[in-house]
């Protein structure tokens, strides 16, 4: 054994003893760069998967609409003002529900809207089961 501070004898060697304490540096290196390459292919893959889901959401949406204002006329009658935006040739359907004050439901319907326009402007019945306070649009589906 060599004393400190003085050279090694010959025939020591100054590394660990070869395969006795794992993996070498340059196998852990290696490994680390396949996961690396594995990690962003898979993240790159992840982000086109989202991002085409994102896009055919918004792209796929063929009629949309919003109520522009609601008036209740009786007891058991509310008109609403709908604006539909929807291609030309789209066909399809929006579903309004009324509320009374107490928030119970108290109207629900589907109105159609077939015409071959991409704008439309109309002023939709809606019959309810007692006094409405409220109108909302639940959604619209095209056909």
């Not at 996961?35 to 292919?41: A, T």
């Not at 009658?77 to 604006?83: G, I, N």
């Not at 030309?88 to 004050?101: F, H, I, N, P, V």
């Not at 071959?116 to 007692?130: A, F, H, K, N, Y």
Request: include cysteine; glycine fraction near 10%.
């Amino acid at each position: 054994m060599a004393a400190v501070g003085s050279k090694p004898s010959e025939g020591v060697s100054e590394g660990l003893p070869e395969g006795r304490y794992g993996r070498s540096r340059t196998a852990d290196e290696v490994a680390d760069r396949k996961l690396k390459i594995v990690g962003s292919v898979l993240g790159v893959a992840l982000l086109g998967v989202v991002g085409w889901f994102g896009y055919d959401y918004i792209n796929g949406t063929k009629l949309s609409a919003e109520v522009i204002k609601f008036d209740v006329v009786s007891a058991d009658t509310v008109k609403a003002h709908l604006e539909v935006r929807k291609d030309a040739a789209a066909k399809g359907y929006c579903t309004l529900r009324s509320q009374a004050e107490s928030g119970a439901e108290v109207g629900r319907a589907d109105f159609r809207f077939d015409q071959r326009e991409d704008r439309i402007d109309q002023v939709v019945t809606l019959r309810t089961t007692s006094q409405a306070t409220s109108v909302e649009l639940l959604g619209c589906h095209s056909d």
